[in-house]
Protein backbone atom coordinates (compact mmCIF):
# COMPACT_ATOMS: atom_id res chain seq x y z
CA UNK A 1 0.00 0.00 0.00
CA UNK A 2 1.18 3.89 -0.61
CA UNK A 3 2.08 5.67 2.45
CA UNK A 4 3.62 8.61 3.32
CA UNK A 5 6.03 9.59 5.50
CA UNK A 6 6.34 12.92 7.13
CA UNK A 7 9.18 12.74 10.29
CA UNK A 8 8.69 16.00 11.72
CA UNK A 9 6.07 16.89 13.52
CA UNK A 10 6.63 20.46 13.77
CA UNK A 11 9.12 22.81 12.60
CA UNK A 12 10.54 26.56 13.38
CA UNK A 13 12.11 28.87 11.10
CA UNK A 14 13.32 32.62 11.51
CA UNK A 15 11.29 35.21 9.41
CA UNK A 16 13.36 35.77 6.06
CA UNK A 17 15.19 32.33 7.00
CA UNK A 18 15.10 29.13 4.56
CA UNK A 19 13.51 25.82 5.96
CA UNK A 20 12.95 22.41 4.29
CA UNK A 21 10.15 20.01 5.36
CA UNK A 22 10.81 16.72 4.94
CA UNK A 23 8.48 13.91 3.07
CA UNK A 24 9.46 10.15 1.81
CA UNK A 25 6.83 7.89 0.33
CA UNK A 26 6.59 4.43 -0.25
CA UNK A 27 4.98 3.36 -4.31
CA UNK A 28 5.72 0.47 -6.37
CA UNK A 29 4.32 2.72 -9.31
CA UNK A 30 6.41 4.97 -11.58
CA UNK A 31 3.89 6.92 -12.54
CA UNK A 32 2.66 9.44 -9.78
CA UNK A 33 2.15 12.87 -8.42
CA UNK A 34 3.28 14.25 -5.60
CA UNK A 35 1.37 17.42 -3.77
CA UNK A 36 2.61 19.62 -1.04
CA UNK A 37 -0.83 21.28 0.83
CA UNK A 38 -1.05 23.95 3.31
CA UNK A 39 -3.44 24.45 5.92
CA UNK A 40 -3.18 27.56 8.16
CA UNK A 41 -5.18 27.94 10.85
CA UNK A 42 -8.76 28.77 8.78
CA UNK A 43 -8.66 24.94 7.80
CA UNK A 44 -8.49 25.55 4.13
CA UNK A 45 -6.35 23.44 1.98
CA UNK A 46 -4.43 25.22 -0.59
CA UNK A 47 -2.19 23.71 -2.83
CA UNK A 48 1.39 24.84 -2.61
CA UNK A 49 3.39 22.91 -5.24
CA UNK A 50 2.94 19.82 -7.19
CA UNK A 51 5.33 17.68 -9.12
CA UNK A 52 4.93 14.95 -11.53
CA UNK A 53 7.12 12.19 -11.78
CA UNK A 54 8.27 11.32 -14.65
CA UNK A 55 9.46 15.19 -14.93
CA UNK A 56 13.22 15.21 -13.36
CA UNK A 57 12.97 18.98 -12.83
CA UNK A 58 12.14 20.37 -10.00
CA UNK A 59 9.09 22.46 -9.82
CA UNK A 60 9.42 25.58 -8.26
CA UNK A 61 6.33 28.16 -7.51
CA UNK A 62 7.98 31.92 -6.23
CA UNK A 63 9.70 31.11 -2.59
CA UNK A 64 8.80 27.25 -2.26
CA UNK A 65 10.62 24.81 -4.06
CA UNK A 66 11.05 21.07 -4.09
CA UNK A 67 13.92 18.40 -3.84
CA UNK A 68 12.70 15.43 -5.47
CA UNK A 69 14.85 12.00 -5.19
CA UNK A 70 12.40 9.42 -7.26
CA UNK A 71 14.72 7.07 -7.18
CA UNK A 72 15.09 7.79 -2.77
CA UNK A 73 11.25 8.26 -2.93
CA UNK A 74 11.83 11.95 -1.24
CA UNK A 75 10.03 15.01 -1.87
CA UNK A 76 11.05 17.31 0.24
CA UNK A 77 9.34 21.27 0.05
CA UNK A 78 12.17 24.25 0.65
CA UNK A 79 10.52 27.77 1.72
CA UNK A 80 12.71 30.75 0.97
CA UNK A 81 12.83 33.85 2.46
CA UNK A 82 10.10 32.86 5.03
CA UNK A 83 7.06 35.00 6.02
CA UNK A 84 4.85 34.92 9.07
CA UNK A 85 1.93 33.95 6.45
CA UNK A 86 4.11 30.91 6.32
CA UNK A 87 2.92 29.16 9.39
CA UNK A 88 0.90 26.87 8.66
CA UNK A 89 0.31 22.67 8.93
CA UNK A 90 1.96 21.33 5.40
CA UNK A 91 0.74 17.70 4.05
CA UNK A 92 2.83 16.32 1.86
CA UNK A 93 0.47 13.88 -0.71
CA UNK A 94 0.44 11.45 -2.86
CA UNK A 95 -1.59 10.29 -5.88
CA UNK A 96 -1.20 7.71 -8.83
CA UNK A 97 -3.74 7.91 -11.58
CA UNK A 98 -4.30 4.20 -11.36
CA UNK A 99 -4.85 4.50 -7.80
CA UNK A 100 -8.31 3.27 -7.02
CA UNK A 101 -10.23 6.22 -6.16
CA UNK A 102 -8.15 8.67 -7.53
CA UNK A 103 -7.49 9.73 -3.96
CA UNK A 104 -4.50 11.81 -2.19
CA UNK A 105 -2.81 9.62 0.21
CA UNK A 106 -1.35 12.24 2.93
CA UNK A 107 1.52 12.14 5.16
CA UNK A 108 0.71 13.17 9.18
CA UNK A 109 1.73 16.87 8.34
CA UNK A 110 4.14 19.43 10.06
CA UNK A 111 3.37 22.06 11.56
CA UNK A 112 5.67 25.16 10.59
CA UNK A 113 6.30 28.10 13.29
CA UNK A 114 7.83 31.31 12.16
CA UNK A 115 9.17 33.29 14.45
CA UNK A 116 9.63 37.22 13.95
CA UNK B 1 -15.91 32.31 -8.34
CA UNK B 2 -15.46 28.55 -8.51
CA UNK B 3 -15.43 26.64 -5.36
CA UNK B 4 -16.83 23.80 -2.97
CA UNK B 5 -19.30 24.63 -0.20
CA UNK B 6 -20.03 22.29 2.91
CA UNK B 7 -22.62 23.01 5.25
CA UNK B 8 -22.55 23.21 7.90
CA UNK B 9 -18.96 24.42 9.20
CA UNK B 10 -19.79 23.52 12.80
CA UNK B 11 -21.98 20.85 13.86
CA UNK B 12 -22.29 19.39 17.73
CA UNK B 13 -24.45 16.35 18.02
CA UNK B 14 -25.63 13.30 20.00
CA UNK B 15 -24.68 10.10 19.08
CA UNK B 16 -27.26 8.12 16.91
CA UNK B 17 -28.86 11.22 15.61
CA UNK B 18 -28.73 11.11 11.75
CA UNK B 19 -26.85 13.58 10.29
CA UNK B 20 -26.12 15.22 6.84
CA UNK B 21 -23.18 17.23 5.42
CA UNK B 22 -23.62 18.89 1.90
CA UNK B 23 -20.66 19.62 -0.60
CA UNK B 24 -21.35 21.34 -3.42
CA UNK B 25 -19.09 22.79 -6.27
CA UNK B 26 -20.29 25.12 -8.91
CA UNK B 27 -16.85 24.12 -11.13
CA UNK B 28 -18.83 21.37 -12.98
CA UNK B 29 -16.53 18.58 -12.06
CA UNK B 30 -17.47 15.15 -12.58
CA UNK B 31 -15.35 13.80 -9.51
CA UNK B 32 -16.20 14.35 -5.89
CA UNK B 33 -14.65 12.95 -2.96
CA UNK B 34 -14.78 12.93 0.84
CA UNK B 35 -12.08 13.05 3.32
CA UNK B 36 -11.39 13.12 6.72
CA UNK B 37 -8.80 14.38 9.02
CA UNK B 38 -7.31 13.40 12.39
CA UNK B 39 -4.51 14.09 14.10
CA UNK B 40 -1.33 12.68 13.64
CA UNK B 41 -3.45 10.85 10.65
CA UNK B 42 -3.31 13.22 8.21
CA UNK B 43 -6.74 13.14 5.87
CA UNK B 44 -7.97 9.61 4.81
CA UNK B 45 -10.59 9.31 2.06
CA UNK B 46 -13.68 8.13 3.25
CA UNK B 47 -15.77 7.63 -0.04
CA UNK B 48 -15.53 9.29 -3.89
CA UNK B 49 -17.20 9.26 -7.03
CA UNK B 50 -15.98 9.49 -10.21
CA UNK B 51 -19.60 10.40 -11.88
CA UNK B 52 -23.01 10.69 -10.69
CA UNK B 53 -23.20 6.79 -11.92
CA UNK B 54 -20.16 5.29 -9.79
CA UNK B 55 -19.09 5.92 -6.46
CA UNK B 56 -17.61 3.86 -3.94
CA UNK B 57 -15.70 3.33 -0.93
CA UNK B 58 -12.41 4.63 0.16
CA UNK B 59 -10.23 3.88 3.30
CA UNK B 60 -12.14 4.60 5.97
CA UNK B 61 -16.26 4.01 4.75
CA UNK B 62 -17.34 2.60 7.86
CA UNK B 63 -20.26 4.74 9.65
CA UNK B 64 -20.41 6.46 6.17
CA UNK B 65 -23.09 7.01 3.23
CA UNK B 66 -22.99 9.34 0.39
CA UNK B 67 -24.98 9.79 -2.75
CA UNK B 68 -24.56 11.20 -6.25
CA UNK B 69 -27.89 12.30 -7.75
CA UNK B 70 -26.80 15.00 -9.63
CA UNK B 71 -23.43 16.41 -10.77
CA UNK B 72 -22.60 19.02 -8.14
CA UNK B 73 -23.91 17.32 -4.77
CA UNK B 74 -22.15 14.88 -3.18
CA UNK B 75 -23.83 14.58 0.69
CA UNK B 76 -22.24 12.62 3.44
CA UNK B 77 -24.69 10.81 5.56
CA UNK B 78 -23.95 9.13 8.72
CA UNK B 79 -26.71 7.53 9.96
CA UNK B 80 -26.22 6.52 13.19
CA UNK B 81 -22.97 8.86 14.64
CA UNK B 82 -20.78 7.56 17.23
CA UNK B 83 -18.06 9.26 19.01
CA UNK B 84 -15.08 7.96 16.91
CA UNK B 85 -16.80 9.75 14.37
CA UNK B 86 -15.76 13.13 15.64
CA UNK B 87 -13.05 14.77 13.08
CA UNK B 88 -12.78 17.15 10.22
CA UNK B 89 -14.72 16.44 7.30
CA UNK B 90 -13.64 17.93 3.78
CA UNK B 91 -15.32 17.73 0.29
CA UNK B 92 -12.96 17.84 -2.80
CA UNK B 93 -13.44 17.77 -6.40
CA UNK B 94 -11.67 17.99 -9.24
CA UNK B 95 -12.55 17.73 -13.36
CA UNK B 96 -12.01 13.87 -13.76
CA UNK B 97 -11.53 11.11 -11.71
CA UNK B 98 -8.04 10.23 -13.69
CA UNK B 99 -4.96 12.15 -14.83
CA UNK B 100 -3.21 15.19 -13.29
CA UNK B 101 -6.18 16.78 -12.18
CA UNK B 102 -6.39 19.26 -9.51
CA UNK B 103 -8.05 18.59 -6.29
CA UNK B 104 -10.23 21.73 -4.61
CA UNK B 105 -11.21 21.32 -1.19
CA UNK B 106 -14.37 22.88 0.35
CA UNK B 107 -13.36 24.57 3.95
CA UNK B 108 -14.15 21.60 5.67
CA UNK B 109 -16.55 20.68 8.76
CA UNK B 110 -15.57 20.30 12.26
CA UNK B 111 -18.12 17.45 13.88
CA UNK B 112 -18.04 16.62 17.46
CA UNK B 113 -20.45 13.84 18.64
CA UNK B 114 -21.07 13.41 22.10
Known amino acids: AQTVTQSQPEMSVQEAETVTLSCTYDTSESDYYLFWYKQPPSRQMILVIR??????QNATENRFSVNFQKAAKSFSLKISDSQLGDAAMYFC?????????????FGAGTILRVKS | EAQVTQNPRYLITVTGKKLTVTCSQNMNHEYMSWYRQDPGLGLRQIYYSMNVEVTDKGDVPEGYKVSRKEKRNFPLILESPSPNQTSLYFCASSLSGTGFNEQYFGPGTRLTVT
Open chain 1, 51 to 56: QEAYKQ
Open chain 1, 93 to 105: AYRTPLLHGNKLV
